[in-house]
């Protein structure tokens, strides 16, 4: 049984603020399979990260990245920009989108890398003309390279989850995660659960979560890309953590693989439909996708030849109801999906090429009840979406 709040459902959940009909932008081409079209946002800059959600209240789907040093909310449907906090060293590697203040509109959350650093911007009455506040989530944790929004603690409200990537301050080489306060615009930072306490070490990515054996309780998984950057040699594993009754804790690790070099993604989900949580991961300083297959996780190829698929996607794309992923790799600079026969056999469908990624989402960009996929190039210097043509229930 997974979470309801497993990272594909997390990332429906973001979507789930009501979109109507959407215009869409004059920029636009037809990618390399036929039916996918590519919607350019932003171009101009590297840019890390772009998340979506309705931040105007308008019912369109608009986007904030974070590109040239600068945090930009990308007004749909024309993509009119607003600079929202233009501080240059507040460089962001990942974000997330939550209503942290649970007044009905979703705020902007997102991390530098290092030196360490968490916050939020609120979004105001006005997020076209008003200050969007900044709020200190946490800057004690080093290293912070993945956020992931996700219910830990089962009180049915969404939590935020993070890591240390570094061997360096007090909580190297851990994950972490942060309850929201009820009284979030004035806390001074976020309560801190320290739940992998230093067993995440050789520089750790990405999050996922979900509940991985079936208890009930929501776990969590990261991956560590290790190689030359890596001089304590620990790295280049996927691994899961077994929450304990208690989440406020320290969890139980579970290796998956070791000796997987470039590992950065992993999101646990049932792969084959045989009612248990497998996981899917990427490599993404190094090549190919794969999946592990519960209990005993045998490790199964997806596509073994991308180089860098350094962002990850789950979620079904096509509408059939099991688990696909996609990625962009950020090296080959090629955009894909993967459409799994409902067993785990998978099929790369290639979206687009000339398009770098550092970061992916999957979301519903146009309100027509498909899942869509927004990118964030860091070395195409651009935020693009692509066009899902499946429509859910055909």
């Known amino acids: 049984m997974q979470s309801p709040f497993s990272t594909s459902h997390v990332l429906a959940l973001v979507t789930s603020i009501g979109v109507g009909c959407f215009l869409l932008s004059e920029t636009h081409s037809q990618a390399d399979e036929p039916g996918w079209q590519k919607h350019v946002v932003y171009t101009g800059a590297h840019c890390n990260t772009a998340v979506a959600a309705d931040f105007t209240g308008d019912k369109l789907v608009d ?13 749909a449907p024309d993509w009119t920009e607003v600079i929202l906090d233009g501080d240059s060293k507040r460089g962001l590697i990942h974000s997330e989108t939550m209503d942290v203040d649970r007044d009905g509109d979703p705020d902007f959350i997102a991390t530098r890398y290092k030196p360490g650093l968490i916050f939020w911007l609120e979004r105001p009455e006005d997020p076209l003309q008003d200050r969007w506040t900044y709020h200190l989530v946490d800057d004690q944790v080093d290293g912070i390279h993945g956020l992931l929004v996700g219910e830990v603690d089962g009180d049915g409200q969404p939590d935020l989850l993070a890591n240390s990537a570094q061997p360096a301050g007090p909580f190297a080489n851990s994950l972490v995660w942060y309850k929201p306060p009820t009284n979030a615009r004035e806390a001074k930072q976020w309560p801190r659960y320290v739940f992998a306490q230093g067993d995440a070490p050789g520089l750790s990515h990405y999050l996922g979560v979900g509940d991985v054996n079936g208890d009930g309780r929501p776990d969590a998984a990261s991956a560590a890309k290790g190689g030359e950057q890596d001089p304590s040699g620990q790295g280049e594993w996927f691994a899961w953590w077994e929450a304990p009754e208690d989440p406020t804790g320290v969890w139980r690790k579970h290796l998956l693989a070791d000796k997987q070099p470039g590992a950065t993604n992993i999101h646990p989900a049932d792969v084959n439909g045989d009612g248990k949580t497998d996981f899917v991961a990427s490599r993404g ?15 199964h190829d997806i596509q073994t030849t991308f180089e860098g698929p350094h962002c990850l996607a789950v979620t079904d ?17 090629v955009a894909a999906w993967f459409e799994n026969d409902g067993q785990g056999n998978f099929t790369t469908h290639v979206i687009g090429t000339e398009q770098a990624a550092y ?24 935020v693009v979406w692509y066009e899902n043509p499946v429509k859910k229930g055909r």
């Open 285 to 299: 300083h190094g090549h190919g996708l794969v999946w592990f297959e519960a209990p005993t996780w045998k490790m």
């Open 359 to 382: 970061d992916i989402r999957a979301i519903d960009m146009d309100g027509d009840s498909d899942i869509d996929l927004l990118i964030a190039g860091q070395m195409s210097q651009n």
């Open 63 to 75: 986007v904030i990245c974070n590109a040239g040093g600068a945090t930009r909310l990308l007004v």
């Open 317 to 333: 794309l096509d509408g059939d109801g099991d688990i696909d992923a996609a990625t962009c790799a950020k090296d080959d600079q």
